[in-house]
């Protein structure tokens, strides 16, 4: 079964304090991993796509890494208004039409 | 600007009612999906659809219906047969299923359905 799984569920970290988000899939054929960040009440906002493992993509303290089966958002010196649920999708390859499923997410609190 | 317009951003539904949530992009993409999210929930997939006048179902499309017969709307119908409707509905949409690159999902601001 395709599934998507996000740890932790919940995490609470002081401004500054590095950290990372882990996103690991059993799916048959990868067209493609997702990072989303939601705020309260909004739609997702895409920020990072990856396609193929030892891929990375920046921006500004956020940095996404691709592994054959995981991938991590690394959260460098952390602000409070990065404070959201980061949600992880992938989109399904061949014989699955396109299916984009997603993780259950996981929700940061950076306090000052 | 390009976008996903979802309406209304709030609807209220009484018991054995149908209520029609509506989805409208003009991303001239191919591919349309529904979600449903539960308060602290990640989306869980109700309906796609990768081409006009073509849908299938996700892992919860119980109570639920879609049409898709014009590539820029997507409209969901919650029905009476859906025994527990309250939650935040997302749609999404996304280019063509072949496309090898870009192929992020866009998402609308979502419509919170509240069952009184």
């Known amino acids: 079964e395709d599934q998507v799984t996000q740890s932790p569920e919940a995490l609470r970290l002081q401004e500054g304090e590095s950290s990372s988000l882990n996103c690991s899939y059993t799916v048959s054929g990868l067209r493609g991993l997702f990072w989303y960040r939601q705020d309260p009440g909004k739609g997702p906002e895409f920020l990072f796509t990856l396609y193929s493992a030892g891929e990375e993509k920046e921006k500004e303290r956020l940095k996404a890494t691709l592994t054959k089966k995981e991938s991590f958002l690394h959260i460098t010196a952390p602000k409070p208004e990065d404070s959201a649920t980061y949600l992880c999708?992938?989109?399904?390859?061949?014989?699955?039409?396109?299916?984009?499923?997603f993780g259950q997410g996981t929700t940061l609190q950076v306090k000052p | 600007d390009g976008g996903i317009t979802q309406s209304p951003k709030y609807l209220f539904r009484k018991e054995g009612q149908n209520v029609t949530l509506s989805c409208e992009q003009n991303?001239?993409?191919?591919?349309m999906y529904w979600y449903r999210q539960d308060p602290g929930q990640g989306l869980r997939l109700i309906y796609y659809s990768q081409i006009v006048n073509d849908f299938q179902k996700g892992d919860i499309a119980e109570g639920y219906s879609v049409s898709r017969e014009k590539k820029e709307s997507f409209p969901l119908t919650v029905t009476s047969a859906q025994k527990n409707p309250t939650a935040f509905y997302l749609c999404a949409s996304t280019r063509d299923r072949n496309t090898l690159t870009n192929t992020e999902a866009f998402f609308g601001q979502g419509t919170r359905l509240t069952v009184v």
């Open positions: 991303l001239n993409h191919d591919a």
């Open positions: 999708a992938v989109r399904l390859g061949s014989g699955n039409t396109g299916k984009l499923i």
